[in-house]
């Protein structure tokens, strides 16, 4: 119990220290849609919100709703719905994300072992064009890429422990992005214009506490997100150009909290910030602090 305080305690440390690179295109968290728990009703909704803060001191509100179906014992369905407000120097501006369809098979427990197997996809709700006062505005005020992704991974589960690999792949670019940092009087974004984003890689570590009386439930976690190219974008010459260092390593902390009020009815608590990061995240993802809260109803 002493080695797993001091787990605790450190990802806590790295919570609440600042760094940049904690972000989420939506691989860190399809991750949750891995069961490790054995439900006990066909049903349940989850209703969140995330506050973080970003680059520039830009501050993120943004709620989902999750629902799941759990069609047999091996096989359930997920979607999601997120939406996001971005405020900073540049202004205010809100919209609907992205919605996901996720799909998790789950092999049949042995000896507290077991596999699970998770693909789905992400289907943007804007182009990552949104303005204000018409003016183009950087991709950290947008609330999607406008990649249309697939996601692929795999957990493995023993004792309490957790282990998922995943990737998260554009496989269709509609991102519209018209921003230049040349017109934008500030060099605290990078140039986004027609922005195209290479493909992530993740892998997750995961230690699952209970209390006795099973009613909390406490997962500290350390995740390891490899960009896998540089991404590009189109000059004001109309020629395609790398970011320099925008591939490379992000590790992330993260921990989250369940309190079981009833059979039905949970409550939860997730905080993340980041341990190490890319040099350059021009994908407006840069976060150095996450916060959600979470309400889950099952039936």
């Known amino acids: 119990m002493k080695k797993t305080a001091t787990v605790v305690l450190l990802i806590m440390s790295g919570i609440f220290s600042y760094a940049q690179g904690c972000s989420d295109a939506g691989i860190c968290t399809i991750g949750q849609s891995f069961e490790t728990e054995k439900a006990d009703f066909k049903n349940s909704i989850e209703f969140a919100t995330v506050f973080g803060k970003g680059e520039s001191d830009v501050t993120y509100f943004s709620p989902y709703i999750t629902y799941t179906r759990k069609v047999n014992e091996q096989f359930s369905l997920a979607t999601k719905i997120t939406f996001s407000s971005a405020n900073g ?70 004792f309490n422990w957790d282990f998922n690999l995943a990737l998260q ?3 269709f670019n509609n991102n519209k992005n018209s921003f230049f940092k040349e017109y934008a009087g500030t060099n605290d974004f990078p140039s986004t214009n027609l922005f195209e984003r290479k493909s992530d890689a993740l892998f997750r570590t995961t230690y699952n506490i209970k209390t ?88």
């Open 89 to 158: 120097s540049f202004g205010t501006r809100a919209s609907f994300g992205d919605a996901y369809l996720i799909g998790n098979y789950t092999l049949k427990e042995e000896n507290q072992k077991q596999w699970s197997f998770l693909t789905g996809f992400k289907f943007p709700f804007t182009s990552s064009n949104l303005k204000i006062n018409e003016y183009s505005i950087p991709l950290d005020y947008q609330a999607s890429l406008g990649t249309f992704d697939l996601f692929l991974g795999t957990n493995y589960k023993i």
């Open 169 to 171: 792949i554009p496989v």
């Open 212 to 299: 006795t009386n099973q009613k909390w439930v406490f997962k500290p976690s350390v995740l390891f997100i490899y960009h896998l190219g540089e991404d590009s974008y189109e000059t004001i010459y109309n020629k395609r150009e790398t970011i320099k260092d925008s591939d490379g390593l992000t590790i992330n902390g993260n921990i989250v909290s369940f309190y079981k009020i009833n059979s039905l009815n949970s409550i939860g608590l997730s905080l993340a910030a980041p341990f190490a990061v890319r040099t350059t995240r021009p994908d407006g993802l840069t976060r150095s602090f996450v916060a959600s809260i979470q309400y889950i109803v099952q039936f």
